[in-house]
């Protein structure tokens, strides 16, 4: 009995040791994983500020719960995109500049070993799965000399060198005297999914695929910088030679990014449970309490309507004038910003930044899908989201721009870029495989986020949220495709969507609806058969009343003939009221399909809507009543933000297309001012900012 309490109480102190051993070596902030953890990290790196030049040891820990024996892996070497001109990510961007030798970066593997000291550097080898550029350099596999077996883990050391690019190449990772953005910067194994790996070359317009894990990581700087980092700061020591280390955990991430200054001026605050450090530049101090409310309402937005997130923290780095190449981004747990001095309020730059790239935590981050095969399902969702919060929170109007007069809203900003190239390419293609970069920012941002506004107007915002909650829920730390976006909407609508979901998703169809014609005639009784007609059709040859002598018979039979839906008023038709026959033809311009409400207005004040399928070429309304038709609209709401053309929408009996240009004049003349500034285009192009 003795034996069995002593064996107790050594067995809880081993135990306990033992914890208390491993809390030590791996700090936790959660109780238990919430991811696969495959792709595991610990990081030794150092900044040289002078050289520019970071030099790192890896310790990768990769799990094998793929089900298949794997006998190679393989890697991306991000920054040698920025090797020379002849690599897959500089031909596509078609960067003429002359570029100065020390401007180039560039990743350098210096060795390869399994922890028991097996050298495997020489079977590394560079592969271009994407195209046949044999120059590029950003994607190596790794021939092993044992298979990893399923279940089973291989853990290798990863000497690397690299150096940090600069403008006018320098995209995401940059050095800017003494600010430091340092992202993609380490030798990240690829995805094995679906029987093989997915690594694909870093091309100009894609993003990212990672598996998840926890990173460890210890960054040398000087000492007198300043960190911002993935994940929580877990130590800081001063090394006593004018350098420092400050070394950061997270748990449960896909990507680690950081950032160093001396200039950084900290701004601390808290939204819900999640504790906000701002690194803000010095000139930019006065716009701090902007950042700080930003982040706290993309915070609760995203919590209250989506789900939860599940990190303390989260931290928003300003980068430094003429480091725009690494603002508008996002990593786990760490985005980036960006501003001007003297940024006006109503130029809702920073908060529509700072909300979106919040938003990447959930649909980049926690809901981890292929960027580079994929790119709505993180961009186009984000967009959406990112819309509709700055209408619920900044008002439906003008709540991205809202100066001099001029009002513009996130949907209508990024309806004109749709404008753009709206029927280039479909929605889900590969990054790289886009007509254009604007081709693929349109389908990645912009379109998605309207064919999403437009479900939601279409479903309602109830059953929209709903979607979008299972969606996170189901699909938070995995890898999702588009067809499970799909296949969620379907099941939590309760009805096949895939009418839509094909012709958004997967089609180049336009969805045009007009008002074709408009007219109203004044029906007065002649002697019991003939009937005269007075005509007003609003039409740029037809402002003129005319007189038309109809027969009866004639009557009845166009309209026999024309398949119309007439509506009389039949209890003014008793009376000895003048009545009117009025109608409305709309035309379906676009191949997109799509159901569409059309209200039209009569002189009494009498409104009707009239519901359409919108499946055919062509509807006409007719209606008899005692009273003249005015006006018709199709989608009298604003339901619809992917119609390509708002101004065939309505047509009144009396023309007002004056006035209608005027504003339309008016409008462009302000847009054309905004675009001609050269922050602005900057801000919301995607020129400077990745967003
Ligand atoms: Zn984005």
């Not at 046949?132 to 790794?142: C, G, H, I, S």
């Not at 001026?265 to 309490?289: F, M, T």
């Amino acid at each position: 009995m003795e034996n069995k309490i002593i064996c107790a109480i050594v067995f809880l102190i081993g135990l306990m040791l033992l914890l208390f051993q491993q809390a030590k070596a791996q700090p936790t902030i959660f109780k238990q994983p919430l991811s696969p953890r495959i792709a595991n990290y610990d990081i030794d790196v150092r900044l040289d500020t002078e050289k520019k030049m970071i030099y790192g040891r890896e310790k990768l820990t990769w799990f094998n719960k793929t089900g298949d024996v794997i006998t190679e892996l393989q890697f991306h070497l991000y920054w040698n995109a920025f090797r020379n001109n002849k690599s897959t990510f500089m031909i596509e961007s078609n960067n003429s500049s002359d570029i100065d030798e020390e401007d180039w970066g560039f990743i350098e593997v210096d060795k390869i070993n399994l922890l028991n000291g097996d050298d495997l550097t020489s079977k590394m080898e560079f592969i271009h799965p994407d195209d046949d550029n044999a120059d590029d350099k950003t994607v190596f596999r790794l021939l092993l000399s044992s298979p990893i077996l399923p279940d089973q883990s291989i853990k290798l050391n990863i000497d690397f060198t690299a150096k940090i690019p600069q403008s006018p190449i320098a995209n995401r990772a940059i050095a800017e005297h003494e600010y430091f953005f340092i992202s993609q910067w380490f030798p990240k194994i690829g995805i094995y999914i679906d029987g093989k790996w997915n690594c694909h070359q870093y091309h100009h317009h894609s993003e990212f695929f990672a598996d998840y894990g926890v990173y460890n990581v210890n960054i040398t700087i000087p000492e007198k910088n300043i960190v911002g980092a993935t994940g929580i700061e877990v130590e800081a020591k001063n090394n006593g030679d004018g350098t420092a280390i400050h070394s950061y955990h997270a748990e449960d991430v896909h990507d680690f990014a950081w950032t160093t200054s001396p200039e950084f001026i900290e701004v601390k605050g808290k939204s819900q449970d999640v504790n906000i450090r701002i690194l803000l530049q010095p000139d930019h101090k006065g716009q701090a309490q902007r950042h700080l409310e930003a982040a706290k309402v993309a915070v609760e937005y995203f919590q209250n309507w989506y789900g939860d997130y599940p990190f303390p923290n989260l931290t928003v780095v300003d980068p430094r004038r003429n480091a725009m190449a690494s603002g508008g981004m996002e990593y786990p747990t760490l985005i980036t910003a960006g501003t001007f001095y003297g940024i006006p309020e109503g130029l809702r730059m920073v908060e529509m930044i700072i909300i979106h790239e919040f938003g990447h935590n959930f649909w980049y981050h926690l809901v981890a899908s292929n960027e580079f095969e994929e790119a709505w399902l993180d961009e186009g969702i984000n967009s959406y989201c990112e819309n509709l919060i700055l209408a619920d929170h900044y008002g439906p109007i003008g709540n991205l721009i809202d100066i001099m007069g001029i009002e513009i809203s996130d949907w209508q900003f990024s309806r004109l870029q749709y404008l753009i190239f709206p029927d280039l390419d479909p929605i889900v293609q590969k990054s790289w495989e886009y007509y254009s970069g604007n081709s693929y920012a349109v389908n990645a941002y912009q379109k998605p986020a309207l064919m999403l506004i437009t479900l939601q107007n279409y479903l309602g915002k109830e059953t929209m949220q709903r979607i979008m909650r299972a969606y996170f829920e189901r699909w938070k730390f995995k890898h999702p495709k588009t067809q499970d976006v799909i296949d969620v909407a379907n099941e939590v609508a309760g009805q096949d969507l895939n009418w839509f979901f094909d012709q958004a998703l997967f089609g180049t169809a336009v969805l045009d609806y007009s008002v074709e014609k408009i007219f109203t005639l004044e029906v007065k009784k002649n002697d019991g058969y003939d009937f005269m007609f007075s005509v007003q059709e609003e039409d740029s040859s037809a402002t003129d009343t005319t007189k038309v002598d109809v027969t009866n018979e004639k009557m009845s039979k166009n309209l026999e003939t024309d398949s119309v839906s007439l509506k009389s008023d039949a209890d003014s038709a008793k009376t000895s009221q003048n009545m009117y026959y009025s109608g409305v033809d709309i035309r379906r311009l676009g191949d997109f399909k799509f159901p569409v409400e059309i209200e039209m207005t009569f002189e009494n004040g009498e409104r009707i809507r009239e519901q359409w399928d919108g499946l055919d070429l062509w509807k006409k309304l007719r209606y008899t009543k005692a009273t003249k038709l005015v006006s018709a609209t199709v989608d009298p709401d604003h339901k619809i933000p992917i119609d390509i053309n708002f101004t065939n929408n309505s047509r009144t009996v009396k023309s007002q297309s004056k006035g209608i240009n005027k504003l339309a004049i008016r409008f462009l003349f302000w847009m054309q001012l905004l675009l001609d500034q050269p922050e602005f285009l900057n801000a919301f192009t995607g020129m400077g900012f990745n967003l």
